[in-house]
């Protein structure tokens, strides 16, 4: 929904002028009609200025977070995977398969510890 927003009121995308009122309603005026348009159009550039805002701010925010957490959880399998100890390293992965587990989550049969 916000591509399709940015998409459509992407700078230079909007035609200038006025509508014709021909194939429209003749019920409704041309400067009715113009005026709906302009609203649309303001509301439009409002709802596209707001996503754009959320998008800069909060998602990239939680994107940021979320790599922090990948990137820890990575310095985590590294540290395990490079372990000199064996019978450490054994342990490890015993506890993490049994942790695993218990709580109910399954693995692909080609996944590794």
């Not at 992407?10 to 400067?31: A, F, N, Q, T, Y």
């Not at 439009?44 to 200025?49: P, Y």
């Not at 506890?95 to 693995?107: I, N």
Request: net charge neutral.
């Amino acid at each position: 929904m916000v591509k399709l927003v940015l998409a459509v009121l992407r700078p230079g995308s909007e035609k200038s002028g006025s509508l014709s009122s021909s194939g429209i309603d003749s019920s409704s005026s041309e400067s009715e009609i113009n005026k709906a348009v302009s609203t649309l159009k303001t509301n439009l550039k409002t709802l596209r200025s707001n996503a754009t805002e959320w998008h800069n701010t909060q998602f990239k925010s939680a994107n940021d977070s979320l790599y922090a957490m990948f990137a820890e959880l990575y310095t985590l399998y590294e540290q395990c995977k490079n372990n000199i100890d064996d019978d450490v390293e054994t342990q490890v992965r015993k506890y993490v398969s049994e942790a695993c587990e218990r709580k109910g989550v399954k693995f692909k049969a080609t996944a590794s510890l």
